[in-house]
């Protein structure tokens, strides 16, 4: 590690270098200590992650390192057992629409609060960000009392619109500072030529937008996959979504395999870790925690 | 779609119409979120079993099974914090060079962030419980010989806390950490100042308020903890967290009235952490920074 200097900071390897030599042994410690901590870290997770694979195509597996033999009788049986045909439907299309109504709302009131001045703006951007700071189970609870008061509660625009709450201040943050970067003559030019705010926003601003839209639409799509609380508040028992169909499964073991359980487990994993993937392609993993961290104090 | 609607009621502002696009997005979230909010606060000093306003609150705190919960949570909660933070700032520093291991070893930890905690607590009952790989590994090893005892209890909430906590800080550190110009600290180092004394001179009071931000939200993220504590915990007993009993009360004894006034207990508790957080860092904050701006 410390012999390779970076390509880019050569000027600072000299002195890396010196100091390395410098600093002897406890330095050295040091750096082993947090890399050896890190990997154990790494390694348990991996090793999590890898029973859970190796369960789900597992036989019989029992007080040895490996099972018995392996099958894949146990995604047939998820598949039959929990429905899962449905569960993907529902997950489907609360999530698809999840995205859809964050960025059709969302991506407007981030070019409001990148560019316009208003009164109230403040406070507006008060009620965006405190979404993302209140955990869901606090909010979640009065929001689920009242979705079933008015007989939303178990629907599926019920657990949609739940979704919605921290989906859409999630967009907003991340388009803001997004929209902040574009030109603002380019508008000045567009509306020379006599565009209005609508036929700006289509033939101008929104070819500018579609990266930032794609890496916000498909970080909303992760963590709406991901968001167990909402849902499971306010979904109903057809409209779980498939998070709370795996919650239900584990929390009643014993009732299915837990082979079956952990098939059910891969399937949740697998889609993630893809949309993840294809999201990683649009967004550095750094920036998209501290982009929309960052957004309130105008960085 | 909605831009149209909302673009129609410009001429109404006078000042800036492209104001009035931030309408529906503010009507969606006042509505699912604020009104809630204001609802749920006005029903927890409506009790259902009747009793005066303060009924739900006074219940709340005399009954062993309802205040214990927030002291539960929050012995998860602190120590949970701790480590993400503390094991996030060694972790954000040997990577903050941008080489091909840090960028891997970054990837990598992506990974644990979108399992979810459901996922985790299911790999994790696996993986740790009595015949798990990694008790088999202990007693491979000879380290430990009694039973491993890591699931259904204190220790495998704590642990799921971390796995889904530590990614989530050590991210945010990171870009916290590869924020801060590195030639203020080779400038410290060129007059003599050792590793240490360049963290604690230089990099702490810069780091100063995004920690803090990483603490404040690590923080409320372990307190809601809610599905480990279930399944990985012992939800009757040692790990019976706050959200828990307001779940319990919600939907199990269909007391709304109850479960909005732990709610909110839960969500003024977060706050107060919160503000003593951001109070202590400016305690903190004012000496070294003036001194380094000048």
Redesign the interface.
Known sequence: MTTQAPVGQSAAAPITRRKMRREGPGSRLWRALVWGTMIFFLVNVALMIATVTMNSFATRWFGTPLPEGFTLHWYAQAWRDFQLADVLWVTVEVVGAVVLLSIALGVPAAYALARAQFPGKKLAMLVFLLPLMVPPVTYGIPMATVLYKVGLGGTLTGVILANLVPSLPFVILVMTPFIEQIDPNLEAAARIFGANTLKYFRHVLLPLLVPGILAAGLLVLVRTIGMFELTFFTAGPDTQTLVVALYYAVFSTGVRAPQSIDAMAMIYMAITLLWVLIALQFVSPTQLVSRVKEAPKGE | ????A??SM?PA?R????????A???V???A??????A???F?SFQPMEGGGVFANYLKFFTEPTLWPTVLITLKLAVPATLINVG?SI??A??LR???R?SKF????????V???????????????GP????P?ALHALGLYHDEVRLTHNFWGVLISLV?SG?P?AF??I???V??ID?TLA?AA??LGA??WQQFRLIYLPLLVPGLT?AAC?SF??A??V??SA??LGVPAGATRVV?IA??EA??ESYD?SL??C??IV??FV?LVIVAGMLGVRRAFYSGPTTGGKG
């Not at chain 2, 779609?1 to 149209?4: D, K, L, R």
């Not at chain 2, 985790?120 to 740790?128: H, K, N, P, Q």
């Open positions: 779609m909605s831009a149209a909302s673009v410009t502002a000042a800036d119409g492209r104001g009035w696009l931030v529906p997005a503010l969606c979230l006042i699912m979120f604020v009104y809630p909010f609802y749920g606060l029903l094991a060694p972790a520093f040997a060079k941008s080489t291991a070893v970054t990837m990598l930890l992506v990974v644990p979108t399992l979810g905690t459901v996922l985790i607590a299911d790999g994790m009952l696996t993986y740790y015949n798990g790989w990694f088999q796995i530590f989530f991210l945010l990171l870009s916290y590869t924020g590195p080779r180092s060129t050792g590793p931000m939200l409320v993220q307190f809601s809610f599905p279930v399944l959200s307001a779940y919600a939907f709304y479960a909005s732990v709610a839960m969500g977060q």
